[in-house]
T-cell receptor
Framework: DGGITQSPKYLFRKEGQNVTLSCEQN?????MYWYRQDPGQGLRLIYY???????QKGDIAEGYSVSREKKESFPLTVTSAQKNPTAFYLC??????????FGPGTRLTVL | EDQVTQSPEALRLQEGESSSLNCSYT??????LFWYRQDPGKGPEFLFT???AGEEKEKERLKATLTKKESFLHITAPKPEDSATYLC?????????FGQGTELSVKP
């Protein structure tokens, strides 16, 4: 089955800790994205990557970092510099500028 | 400023009561208007893409339309299983600008 997987489904972070969220796709899509969703708000773009070894900041990149070493993978690290990281994180992929398809999401909670 | 605004924020319908959701947009260089459905705790599920004013697309009880300033998602004779949050987004250079969503509840 082709699709996008995210892990873990739930993640808990202590103050001052970095955590990494996984996103993998087997759709052979070139582009991958990370969004953050807060209650009652739309999705906000954190980072995106259109090709391997290249990525761009979105609207709310501060406190986050990414890498794109393989076409299939686009992990997101939430660093201790992100002051309010509790949110639902969504990964998506697309073929070029075409329709984006989303993964099931990771819910991150700060303890 | 590029933005997408959805209304209403929440909509409660009785089963079979048709209605429409609105998505107003001001997105420079718009390349597609996208509709998604999102169930609680899940990732958004793609519904439609519209590219030009006057375009319409249908899927079961849903029909999406597009003008130069707005898109509408019409729901005909909804069923309880249509309850979800509906998101619209404007495409811009490979990125999507999302509205805040409309939470639809359909009661039997």
């Amino acid at each position: 089955d082709g699709g996008i997987t995210q892990s873990p489904k739930y993640l808990f972070r202590k103050e001052g800790q970095n955590v990494t969220l996984s996103c993998e796709q087997n759709l052979n899509h070139d582009a991958m994205y990370w969004y953050r969703q807060d209650p009652g708000q739309g999705l906000r773009l954190i980072y995106y990557s259109q090709i391997v070894n290249d990525f761009q900041k979105g609207d709310i990149a501060e406190g986050y970092s990414v890498s794109r070493e393989k076409k299939e993978s686009f992990p997101l690290t939430v660093t201790s510099a992100q002051k309010n990281p509790t949110a639902f994180y969504l990964c998506a992929s697309s073929m070029g500028a075409d329709t984006q398809y989303f993964g099931p999401g990771t819910r991150l909670t700060v303890l | 400023e590029d933005q997408v605004t959805q209304s209403p924020e929440a909509l409660r319908l009785q089963e079979g009561e048709s209605s429409s959701l609105n998505c107003s947009y001001t997105v420079s260089g718009l390349r597609g208007l996208f509709w998604y459905r999102q169930d609680p705790g899940k990732g958004p599920e793609f519904l439609f893409t519209l590219y030009s004013a006057g375009e319409e697309k249908e899927k079961e009880r849903l029909k999406a339309t597009l003008t130069k300033k707005e898109s509408f998602l019409h729901i005909t004779a909804p069923k309880p299983e249509d309850s979800a949050t509906y998101l619209c987004a404007g495409g811009q250079g490979g990125k999507l600008i999302f509205g805040q969503g409309t939470e639809l509840s359909v009661k039997p």
